[in-house]
């Protein structure tokens, strides 16, 4: 038996290590996303609320990288996403936000991911925001999983009890 090996989402060519990770799986028909939650990990280190402020490492990410790509409608707060080495370089700069108005436009969400979010390929970045997502957060909002479901199924995936 050959072990599975957990590879971030920045992997070289992710698609062709998890359609050989999940081979057998799509000899079956579409395979659940659920699947590739074992084989690779969330790029979501940390998260935080944060002043909006604009840099050009910034790559929109969750409700905001869904809502530009399916039927799903974002909140007024934008999400964001930079990876930890320029996060590092910009904290000292950021104005954390602990409470904040639904409708407050000025506060985005900003995630830290390892490894710059600007440099996956559509494929891979669609499987970092699938993961991106806590288990808790899709099953608050049914919605997310639909929109992902939109997404991932071009590649022969779908999100039931994802």
């Not at 699947?35 to 929109?60: E, G, I, Y």
């Not at 320029?86 to 991911?113: C, H, N, P, T």
């Not at 049914?142 to 039931?160: K, N, Q």
Request: proline share 6%; hydrophobic share 45%.
């Amino acid at each position: 038996m050959t072990a599975a090996k957990v590879v971030m989402a920045n992997h070289p060519n992710l698609q062709y290590h998890l359609s050989s990770a999940l081979a057998w799986e799509f000899t079956q028909g579409p395979v659940n996303l659920r699947n590739v939650r074992s084989l690779v990990s969330t790029p979501r280190l940390m998260s935080f609320c944060v002043r909006a402020f604009s840099h050009p490492s910034l790559t929109p990410v969750g409700d905001s990288y869904l809502d530009a790509r399916t039927r799903l409608a974002d909140y007024p707060q934008k999400t964001w996403a930079i990876s930890i080495c320029e996060f590092d370089q910009l904290v000292g700069a950021m104005e954390f936000v602990e409470e904040y108005d639904l409708r407050d436009a000025s506060v985005m969400k900003l995630q830290i991911w390892p490894y710059p979010p600007q440099s996956l390929d559509d494929f891979a970045m669609v499987i970092a925001i699938a993961l991106s997502y806590m288990p808790n957060e899709l099953m608050a909002e049914s919605r997310i999983s639909l929109a992902i479901d939109e997404l991932v199924s071009e590649w022969g995936f779908y999100t039931d009890e994802f």
